[in-house]
T-cell receptor, first 113, second 112 residues
Framework: DGGITQSPKYLFRKEGQNVTLSCEQN?????MYWYRQDPGQGLRLIYY???????QKGDIAEGYSVSREKKESFPLTVTSAQKNPTAFYLC????????????FGPGTRLLVL | DAKTTQPNSMESNEEEPVHLPCNHS???????IHWYRQLPSQGPEYVIH???SNVNNRMASLAIAEDRKSSTLILHRATLRDAAVYYC?????????????FGAGTTVTVRA
């Protein structure tokens, strides 16, 4: 089955720790995205990548980092610089371009211990 | 950046149509209008998208104003499974200057 997967479903972070959220897609999409969602709020764009080895900051990139070494994978690292990381993180992929429908993963809920 | 404005909530009875408005008065000529919906603790699901002309698919219809400054998502016969948060999104792509603008979303409640 084609789709987009995220792991883990729940992730706990200790203070001062970096954690990495996984996002994989087998839809052969060029573009991938990371969003953050806080309770009762809409989605905010963290980073996006239109092609392998290239990515752009979204609206709230501070405290986060990404890499795009493979077309299928777009991991997100939440660094210790992100002081309020507790949120629901969503990964999406699409064909490149503004008309591309985004397909979302099931999300990872990050909690701080 | 082009922004969208949606009502916070709407209620409907089952089997009745639902009309969800979205204002995007600063939309540019190359912005697409997308609609997604989201159930609690799940990723958003694509509903429909369009550029200038009205669009229909098995889930819904999208009516776009002639000046493109507003659009309406139409759920023809609401079911309980249509209860969700609906997001109106503008997408713009130009070289590496990719921009997304999310509305705050409309929470749709469907009464049995």
């Amino acid at each position: 089955d084609g789709g987009i997967t995220q792991s883990p479903k729940y992730l706990f972070r200790k203070e001062g720790q970096n954690v990495t959220l996984s996002c994989e897609q087998n839809l052969n999409h060029d573009a991938m995205y990371w969003y953050r969602q806080d309770p009762g709020q809409g989605l905010r764009l963290i980073y996006y990548s239109q092609i392998v080895n290239d990515f752009q900051k979204g609206d709230i990139a501070e405290g986060y980092s990404v890499s795009r070494e493979k077309k299928e994978s777009f991991p997100l690292t939440v660094t210790s610089a992100q002081k309020n990381p507790t949120a629901f993180y969503l990964c999406a992929s699409s064909i490149a371009g503004a008309s591309g429908t985004q397909y979302f993963g099931p999300g990872t809920r990050l909690l701080v211990l | 950046d082009a922004k969208t404005t949606q009502p916070n909530s709407m209620e409907s009875n089952e089997e009745e149509p639902v009309h969800l408005p979205c204002n995007h008065s600063t939309i540019s000529g190359t912005d697409y209008i997308h609609w997604y919906r989201q159930l609690p603790s799940q990723g958003p699901e694509y509903v429909i998208h369009g550029l200038t002309s009205n669009v229909n698919n098995r889930m819904a219809s999208l009516a776009i104003a002639e000046d493109r400054k507003s659009s309406t998502l139409i759920l023809h016969r609401a079911t309980l499974r249509d209860a969700a948060v609906y997001y109106c999104i503008l997408s713009h792509y130009s070289s590496n200057d990719y921009k997304l603008s999310f509305g705050a979303g409309t929470t749709v409640t469907v009464r049995a």
